[in-house]
């Protein structure tokens, strides 16, 4: 017997802890403009510690893909037990996970990282994001994690390396940007459309950005100073990059607590069709 009429196409269905976050809203929005169906809980509907509220929300969504996105920079149980949870849940239900990495998993060496390097965490944040890696990949071994690197937002809604600047060229708070630690900005609505992509199209329905698994960098292709970054950053909110107090990070008295240069190679997420613009 034949069928007449049409088929009814049912929308995606997308989780996304952390959505209201300075990422997470670009991912939401994103997502809802390719017409995916997005759930994305506060923090105080969902707490990531919770493995049973969790799992009881992704069993009742049904989602085709997680994007986890939630932490506190100093609070390493929601870090390391969260991202735990997430991939735990995310492995049993069978559904596509992206995690949201960092380059501070790194210390610092002269030639870009690979994501084959091994980490080598500086300061208590690096450590953590390390050891969250580490539960998300024993726990989901085909979750994808996304290392990425300072994010920067368009004029009207900055990032926290352009707050910084906006605060030190003001007089607002001191703030010493380093001569020596180097890292790859990016433009956070471009690292959204790459975990966007990254999330789509799961069960061997995609190309070959679906199929990835385990880190994937994916920065900018410029490898910038912090004073650098600011410098450019002041001159492009129309502020005086001369007002920005600059030092190497043994003359500010830190040196071996931050990480130095670390440059993300991102060849290997450029060969999938993501990348991230020039600052």
């Avoid at 034949?2 to 049912?10: A, L, M, N, P």
């Avoid at 009881?56 to 994007?67: G, Q």
């Avoid at 596509?96 to 390097?117: N, W």
Wanted: net charge negative; proline share 6%; aromatic share 4%.
């Amino acid at each position: 017997m034949g069928t007449t009429g049409y088929v009814r196409r049912v929308a995606r269905r997308l989780v996304v802890t952390g959505g209201a976050g300075f990422l997470g809203r670009r991912v939401c929005g994103l997502a809802a403009g390719e017409g995916w169906e997005v759930v994305a809980p506060s923090s105080a509907e969902l707490d990531v510690r919770d493995l049973a509220g969790l799992t009881d929300l992704v069993r009742s969504v049904r989602p085709d893909a997680l994007v986890h996105l939630a932490y506190r920079r100093a609070e390493r149980d929601i870090i390391v037990d969260g991202s735990r949870n997430v991939a735990s849940v995310a492995a049993t239900t069978g559904v596509r996970l992206v995690h949201l990495s960092t380059d501070m998993v790194f210390g610092g060496q002269e030639v870009p990282y690979v994501e084959a390097d091994p980490p080598g965490p500086v300061g208590a944040y690096g450590i953590a994001k390390t050891a969250a890696e580490a539960a998300v990949s024993a726990a989901a071994p085909d979750a994808v994690l996304v290392r990425t690197s300072q994010l920067l937002g368009e004029p009207d809604d900055l990032g926290q390396p352009q707050l910084d600047v906006v605060a030190a060229a003001t007089g607002d708070q001191p703030f010493t940007f380093f001569t020596d630690e180097f890292r790859c900005p990016a433009l956070a609505i471009d690292v959204a459309r790459g975990v966007l992509a990254l999330a789509r199209d799961t069960a061997g329905r995609a190309g070959a950005a679906a199929a990835v698994s385990g880190p994937l960098h994916l920065a900018g292709p410029e490898a910038l100073s912090r004073i650098e970054l600011a410098r450019r950053i002041a001159r492009q909110l129309g502020l005086d990059p001369d007002r920005l107090v600059s030092a190497s990070q043994a003359d500010a008295g830190v040196a071996g607590t931050r990480p130095g240069r670390v440059v993300l190679d991102s060849s290997a997420a450029a060969a999938l069709g993501l990348t991230c613009r020039p600052v």
